[in-house]
Antibody, heavy 120, light 115 residues
Framework: EVQLVESGGALAQPGGSLRLSCIAS????????MSWVRQAPGKGPEWVSY????????YYADSVKGRFTTSRDNARNSLYLQMNGLRAEDTAVYFC?????????????WGQGTLVTVSS | QAVLTQPASLSASPGASASLTCTLR?????????IYWYQQKPGSPPQYLLR?????????GSGVPSRFSGSKDASANAGILLISGLQSEDEGDYYC?????????FGGGTKLTVL
């Protein structure tokens, strides 16, 4: 069974930093791309970042480019999102989701999410 | 103008069919895009339903009932999620998604009410 478990969400101050983690199990993590998606309270999902299975290609949404960094450790079946320069508008539940290097059933499995709140 | 536009809400009766549309921005041709569909219920992450580009390039999500199907309306430049034989458990928010300019883009979502 595919499982994705996020952690690291917390209350942070504007301008602060957080590091989110996502631990994967139930599939061969090293052969799949991954994405981060966030969802602000009462809003729809917003894609944040994509990382290819070998980390050689990483994409970011314009809203986080230059502030967030996505990485992965295939030996640890782990995905990370380093969030710097946090803003109030970054407040959301952050999900990791399984993705594909090429065309596939993208975002076919999601974690339960971790809540990030940015407020002074 | 958003890349993907969905009507905010839709109501339908149990047993009926519901057609949820996802309209692509003018200048972006739906024929060239794979459209993904997700269902979300309160307190849960989105769940993958299916993807559709053409009748020869489509895939149902694992365990997703066949009464959920995808199609396109080229004249409206839109992707469509058709749900037949509506059940009360189909109530929820539905989101379309596509890959555009090196980014996943979601539509704003349609809240489906079955009553």
């Amino acid at each position: 069974e595919v499982q994705l478990v996020e952690s690291g969400g917390a209350l942070a101050q504007p301008g602060g930093s957080l590091r989110l983690s996502c631990i994967a199990s139930g599939f061969t993590f090293s052969t799949y791309a991954m994405s981060w998606v966030r969802q602000a309270p009462g809003k729809g999902p917003e894609w944040v970042s994509y990382i290819r299975s070998d980390s050689k290609t990483i994409y970011y949404a314009d809203s986080v480019k230059g502030r967030f960094t996505t990485s992965r450790d295939n030996a640890r079946n782990s995905l990370y999102l380093q969030m710097n320069g946090l803003r109030a508008e970054d407040t959301a539940v952050y999900f990791c989701a399984r993705d594909y290097d090429g065309w596939g059933d993208s975002l076919d499995h999601w974690g339960q999410g971790t809540l990030v709140t940015v407020s002074s | 103008q958003a890349v993907l536009t969905q009507p905010a809400s839709l109501s339908a009766s149990p047993g009926a069919s519901a057609s949820l549309t996802c309209t692509l921005r003018s200048g972006i041709n739906v024929d060239s895009y794979m459209i993904y569909w997700y269902q979300q219920k309160p307190g849960s992450p989105p769940q993958y339903l299916l993807r559709y580009k053409s009748d020869s390039d489509k895939k149902q999500g694992s365990g997703v009932p066949s009464r959920f199907s995808g199609s396109k309306d080229a004249s409206a430049n839109a992707g469509i999620l058709l749900i037949s034989g509506l059940q009360s458990e189909d109530e929820g928010d539905y989101y379309c998604m596509t890959w555009h300019s090196s980014a996943w883009v979601f539509g704003g979502g349609t809240k489906l009410t079955v009553l």
